[in-house]
């Protein structure tokens, strides 16, 4: 079975600190994904990476970076937290190659609380 | 653009209840749909797919046919059980581009009563 691993369950930082989130996932996936989620606003994209250093804007990138410079790690980077970035955050990975799509696979999740 | 809508929620249900989640979306290409299911405290995953017209997926006694005349994808079950509770997500992928990101709908949350 694909394991998506989060680093973190539960992250609370203040409001300015640099924030990591670190997602590792096992199985050779090309694509991988970080997502929020909200009540009512269901999953938002803030970045994807379709391969090693390659990485583009999702729906909502504004306050984020990434970085993936191994095929299996992909981090998010929040630079300057702020109390709108307080949200769970879910990362996901797939294999690519697949006409129609393959599945994700995700993470359990983090829950960034930022005070 | 693409868009996926999904009946609202929260739906409540006794055991043993018949369970339909209402999914239909708009798209220009021919996309996969694809059924996810969150249950408490984890991550998104696999419930069903189906990559073209008139296809059913089914997984876990639930079921979803691909109705392109009706562009819907309504997810089915016929008898649910307490460890059903969860939240279900509809989303749709275009089938050209294996980059493409997912669409998704914003969840049916889904309780169900012993």
């Known amino acids: 079975d694909v394991k998506v691993t989060q680093s973190s369950r539960y992250l609370v930082k203040r409001t300015g600190e640099k924030v990591f989130l670190e997602c590792v996932q096992d199985?050779?996936?090309?694509?991988m994904f970080w997502y929020r989620q909200d009540p009512g606003l269901g999953l938002r994209l803030i970045y994807f990476s379709y391969d090693v250093k390659m990485k583009e804007k999702g729906d909502i990138p504004e306050g984020y970076s990434v970085s993936r410079e191994k095929k299996e790690r992909f981090s998010l980077i929040l630079e300057s937290a702020s109390t709108n970035q307080t949200s769970m955050y879910l990362c996901?990975?797939?294999?690519?190659?697949?006409?129609?799509?393959?599945?994700?696979?995700f993470g359990n999740g983090t829950r960034l609380t930022v005070t | 653009g693409d868009s996926v809508t999904q009946m609202e929620g929260p739906v409540t249900l006794s055991e043993e209840a018949f369970l339909t989640i209402n999914c239909t979306y708009t798209a220009t290409g021919y996309p996969s749909l694809f059924w996810y299911v969150q249950y408490p405290g984890e991550g998104l995953q696999l419930l069903l797919k189906?990559?073209?017209a008139d296809d059913k997926g089914s997984n876990k006694g639930f079921e979803a046919t691909y109705r392109k005349e009706t562009t819907s994808f309504h997810l089915e079950k016929g008898s649910v059980q307490v460890s059903d509770s969860a939240v279900y997500f509809c989303a749709l992928s275009e089938r050209a581009g294996n980059n493409r990101k997912l669409i998704w709908g914003l969840g049916t949350s889904l309780a169900v009563n012993p």
């Open positions: 199985m050779d996936h090309e694509n």
């Open positions: 996901a990975s797939r294999a690519g190659g697949q006409p129609g799509g393959s599945p994700l696979h």
């Open positions: 189906a990559t073209k």
